[in-house]
Nanobody, 119 residues
Framework: QVRLVESGGGLVQAGGSLRLSCAAS????????MGWFRQAPGREREFVAQ????????NYADSVKGRFTISRDNAKNTVYLQMNSLKPEDTAVYYC????????????WGQGTQVTVSS
């Protein structure tokens, strides 16, 4: 059974840091692209960052560039999102997702983890 399980969310003050983890299981993700998305109350889900598992190539939303870093650990089959200089507008439920590298849309999703940044 394929699973993506997020952890690491919580409450942090503005300017603080959090590291989210996404533990992937159930298949080999070498040919996948792993992504982080977020959804704030009353807003649509938006792309945050992605990493190509095999090459570690990364992409970021403009709103998080320079503050967030996505990475992956092959041995642990885990993807991370290091979030620094957090702002209240980063408050959202953060979701881990996966898509086959040749695919166009993400079709595997985790359950989400809440990140709340207080001002």
């Amino acid at each position: 059974q394929v699973r993506l399980v997020e952890s690491g969310g919580g409450l942090v003050q503005a300017g603080g840091s959090l590291r989210l983890s996404c533990a992937a299981s159930g298949r080999t993700f070498s040919y996948y692209v792993m992504g982080w998305f977020r959804q704030a109350p009353g807003r649509e889900r938006e792309f945050v960052a992605q990493i190509v598992w095999s090459t570690s190539n990364t992409n970021y939303a403009d709103s998080v560039k320079g503050r967030f870093t996505i990475s992956r650990d092959n041995a642990k089959n885990t993807v991370y999102l290091q979030m620094n200089s957090l702002k209240p507008e980063d408050t959202a439920v953060y979701y881990c997702a996966a898509r086959y590298s040749s695919g166009s849309s993400y079709n595997l999703w985790g359950q989400g983890t809440q990140v709340t940044v207080s001002s």
